[in-house]
């Protein structure tokens, strides 16, 4: 099935620039498959890197790094439990996850 597109006068020299640089960002940090492996795990709740390097199949220090990135960029949140509060768990922001999905979503609409 062909579809007939307009005949244009000429080419169209004046659009403006998109604003893309939150969603290539946003794109960014979701594209690593160890971070998109971590948000997946943290949608059925709170985590620590223990859990999550055994469920990825991955070094604690690879995890905890990859967490650092997505701390940084307010996705998810730390804290610390157990008597002596040495374990810390993870959670994801979902306001934050909201928003990013929202970015992603906007690009591709």
């Known amino acids: 099935m062909s579809v007939e597109l307009p005949v244009l006068s000429g080419p169209r020299l004046d659009l403006p ?12 940090l979701l594209a690593d498959g160890s971070r998109a492996g971590i948000l997946a795990l943290l949608r059925s709740g709170p985590h620590c890197v223990c859990e999550m390097a055994a469920a990825l199949g991955q070094r604690q220090n690879n995890v905890s790094n990859h967490l650092a990135t997505l701390r940084e960029a307010g996705l998810v949140r730390a804290t610390r439990q157990g008597p002596d509060s040495r374990l810390v768990y993870y959670e994801r922001d979902e306001a934050a ?8 979503d906007e690009l591709l609409r």
């Open 97 to 104: 996850c909201t928003a990013a999905a929202t970015i992603i």
């Open 17 to 28: 620039t998109p604003e893309v640089s939150a969603a290539v960002e946003t794109a960014a």
